[in-house]
């Protein structure tokens, strides 16, 4: 069955980890993560490192910096479920790419229907910025307010949206 759900939270909160434990509940071993993150650096590297030890060895990883879109008409049709980690550095690629508020809106609007054609679950993570305080710089802000306007937009196209705070799911919008 074709389920979208979102799992946004705050900077380690669990987020990634939970989304994994879903998708470890949908039969098959297909299962195809992702990845969003081009690491800049060598501590960045570590990290990604890490996040592979930690799934499972059946896991797939696709690194798709930018073509989310795309990538989820074209995998979902082979993955039993997909889980992409994360929207926050998809949402950063693009922004760093092209900066125009309204790019960046095409492109939140083609990924919203991307999941109409998707084929298995898609399992979405992405990081909530508008808990935190006020960004001091004129860039950071703009960030935040277009992370917001594509969390929201994600969410409202999500069958299911989970918060998770403090490693605690909190459902927000679905029933199970």
Known sequence: MREIILVIGGCRSGKSRYALNLAAQVPGQNKIFVATCVPGDDEMKQRVDQHKKEREPYWKTMEVPVLLPEAIIEKSRKGNVLVIDCLTLWV?????????????????????????????????????????????????????????????????????????????????????
């Not at 095409?106 to 054609?117: A, D, G, I, P």
């Not at 305080?133 to 929201?152: C, H, T, W």
């Open 92 to 176: 950063n690629n693009l922004f760093m790419e092209n900066d125009d508020q309204e790019h960046i809106e095409k492109q939140v609007k083609k990924l919203t229907r991307s999941f109409e054609q998707a084929q298995c679950p898609v399992i979405l993570v992405s990081n909530e910025v508008g808990t935190g305080i006020v960004p001091e710089n004129k860039l950071a802000r703009r960030f935040r307010d277009v992370m917001g306007y594509s969390n929201q937009n994600i969410a409202a196209s999500a069958d299911k949206v989970i918060w998770i705070v403090a490693g605690i799911p909190v459902t927000i919008k679905g029933i199970k």
